[in-house]
């Protein structure tokens, strides 16, 4: 199962090791990858002054770049062979012949019917790929009837998502089967972080994995959409109130608000009772396929869902009854948790699912079993070995879900692929790299970067500790996490122009809101220390954010600008300065912005790619200090990463995983 190298290096790696060493090295003293890793930001990239363009690039760059395409630079990022390149600038360089006769041929070499790129430009981005995790997906053999979801199970799922479910559902039952091999015990529960709409745990539950899953979610109206959904997949049926109202119309009225009785469940288990009459009980029981068993409307304490039969509680011992009886005879189970995750500490959460108390126990054991039976099954149920999975995973969630392993003796596998890097948080504070600073102050980077949470990035000794020439730690900021969820790799020629554009207004419509006074002037520090005690607080002056526009505001820029003005009009912090400054903005006035700073989108645009490919780094200094974590913990065995779905259809592809000794 695990693979023959723990992190999907490229080839000139020999260990891992040295991989991580060498990657902390060049993150560290590379001012170029510092840079275009969240030392600038693409917003102030038509206000930046002196030119940010001609600031940041080295002038070979700047010449080569003149001469090409934009769309020729994105291949030779990416695509391009650069090593043949490097071969051919080598051979040529050392032909016989004066040197004047060499550079004259040198200019005559063309790439792209272009110059040839200068050479600390393929040194540049030989580093960035070198260092770069493969993402090379090799799809598991699947058994006969795993290879496809089934069209009822697949309800409500985008072909990205299927995708997705379809492959990483099979990895995990792979793996599951895998410990339990090792470890000579059953995963007995799979535990879904920030379960969703329950897509993964759905297709676990579900034949042919009939697994046992606990989704943890903390969002109401989410489990109440899962539960719907699980009805579609016939995982469960319909109330019989639901299924024949004529039938219920002729029933007695019966008090269905219990004492205690709120329409939202309070942080807690909604999960194996269902609070039926016997009629219902008797149209439920019968059905044989898996089901998902919920508290309806009905507030639930951890300590209520594991108590006895009552015999004074006719419907809780039917309920039980039916309990019994369909967990006897289903292949998979989901349970739902409503609670927001705050930790990786899941004891108290999922204790009274994988550990029910011995009344229960009783119950599922049987009422048949003799005493010394009952013991047995009693400890054998207790015994919990659950896995923690996670698909998709936003910010420091994943964090909880890779330290679960380490927190809570049940938890003895993890699988975790996660995303949004920019709802992570920062434990190490503000950098200190001395470098020039090519971006103004923004309270969104300040307010991150003093956070101290202790759940942040990062999570390894290592990179915590890590010495460099700036100081002690290895940072990341907003903007550079936030870079990291690009995808450089999956750009087509239309989509990249489209996004390029949407940039380029972007950034040109800030320089609209300084020259009409909307907002100051950048205040771009000379110095690390003046960027840290100076001038006035970066919250004074709250940052214009535009968001999301309809697709036919990038028809033209006084077609943005007029979208944006409609949008920030109702602003708290601008839009009485918005209102005042651009009320007489004329589509003239617009047009000429646009045609005096037009050569200046290929400029962003070549940032923004370069920006955009520097940052695979910052996902791989991310991705490693995941697993770093794991290794730093001899209780786990076995930790490694792994693409686990291709990346042509999802990017974020890559898994975390750790398995306990």
């Known amino acids: ?64 770049f003149d001469r090409h395409d934009t769309q020729d630079i994105l291949d030779l990022l990416i695509r391009e062979d650069v090593s043949s390149l490097e071969d051919v600038m080598v051979s040529r360089s050392e032909d016989g012949g004066a040197q004047d006769d060499v550079q004259q041929r040198r200019d005559a070499w063309k790439w792209k019917a272009g110059p040839l790129p200068p050479k600390s430009l393929l040194d540049y981005i030989r580093d960035i790929r070198k260092f770069s995790l493969r993402r090379d997906f090799q799809p598991q053999v699947s058994d006969k009837g795993t290879s496809s979801i089934s069209r009822n199970i697949a309800v409500g799922m985008r072909p990205k998502k299927r995708h997705e479910v379809e492959n990483f559902s099979r990895y995990v039952n792979s793996l599951s ?4 091999q090792s470890r000579g015990q059953p995963v007995t529960h799979i535990v879904d972080f920030g379960s969703g709409q329950n897509y993964l745990g759905r297709t676990l539950a579900s034949p042919p994995y009939n697994k046992h899953i606990i989704a943890i979610e903390r969002r109401h109206d989410c489990i109440r959409g899962a539960r719907s959904m699980d009805i579609s997949a016939k995982l469960t049926r319909k109330n019989a109130i639901e299924q024949n109202p004529k039938e219920h119309r002729r029933r007695p009225p019966v008090n269905r608000k219990p004492e205690g009785w709120s329409e939202r469940p309070q942080d807690g288990i909604i999960s194996g009772l269902s609070l039926l009459n016997s009629s ?32 004074k509680n006719r419907r809780r011992a039917q309920a039980e009854d039916l309990l019994l009886s369909e967990r006897k005879g289903a292949k998979g189970v989901v349970d739902y948790i409503e609670h927001d995750i705050q930790d990786g500490y899941l004891e108290p959460i999922i204790h009274p699912i994988v550990q029910p108390p011995a009344d229960e126990a009783c119950i599922l054991a049987g009422s048949s079993a003799t005493n010394t039976d009952h013991d047995r099954e009693v400890q054998t149920t207790n015994d919990a070995k659950v896995m923690v999975v996670s698909l998709h995973s936003c910010g420091n969630l994943l964090h909880h879900g890779v330290r679960s ?40 980077l300040e307010a991150t970067s003093i956070a101290y949470d202790p759940h942040g990035f990062p999570m390894s000794k290592q990179l915590e500790a890590y010495r460099h020439g700036s100081g002690t730690g290895v940072r990341l900021n907003i903007t550079a996490r936030s870079m990291a969820l690009q995808a450089p790799y999956n750009w087509g020629r239309i989509e990249s122009e489209d996004f390029f554009t949407r940039h380029f207004y972007r950034a040109l419509f800030q320089r609209v809101l300084r020259d009409r006074g909307v907002i100051p002037r950048p205040d771009i520090p000379t110095s690390l220390d003046d960027f840290d005690a100076g001038g006035d607080s970066p919250s004074s002056h709250p940052p214009v954010i535009v968001g999301s526009l309809r697709k036919s505001a990038f028809a033209s820029f006084p077609a943005y600008v007029r979208a944006a003005i409609s949008k920030l009009s109702h602003d ?14 004329s589509d003239e006035e617009l047009e000429r912005y646009a045609a005096r700073y037009r050569l200046d989108k290929k400029k962003l645009s070549i940032v923004w790619c370069l920006m955009a490919f520097s940052a695979m780094v910052a996902e791989a200094i991310i991705v490693v200090d995941r697993w770093q974590f794991l290794r730093e913990h001899p209780v786990v065995r076995q930790c490694w990463v792994e693409p686990v779905f291709d990346y042509a259809e999802s990017p974020r592809n890559l898994a975390v995983i750790g398995i306990k000794g």
Not at 18 to 26: G, I, W
Not at 293 to 309: L, M, Q, T, Y
Not at 405 to 414: E, G, K, P, T, Y
């Open 1 to 64: 199962m695990q693979p023959k190298t723990p992190l999907p290096l490229s080839s000139e790696w020999k260990d891992p090791a040295s991989y991580v060493t060498s990657l902390l090295s060049f993150a560290t003293s590379s001012e170029l990858f510092q840079q275009f890793c969240g030392g600038i930001h693409i917003v102030d990239f038509l206000t930046h002054e002196p030119d940010l363009y001609t600031t940041l690039l080295p002038e070979e760059w700047r010449q080569f």
């Open 177 to 180: 089967a895998n410990v339990a």
């Open 280 to 311: 219902e009980a008797i149209e439920i029981a019968g059905d044989p396929v898996s089901a998902i068993h919920v508290f309806r409307d009905v507030n639930i304490e951890p300590g209520d869902i594991c108590a006895g039969p009552s015999r």
């Open 405 to 444: 392993l380490i927190l809570n003796r049940s938890v003895v596998a993890i699988a975790m692929v996660g995303c949004c890097y920019n709802l992570m948080t920062e434990r190490l504070g503000p950098a200190t790299y001395k470098l020039p600073l090519l971006r103004s102050r923004h309270p969104r």
């Open 572 to 585: 708290p912090d601008h839009g009485t300065s918005i209102r005042t400054h651009l009320a007489n903005v």
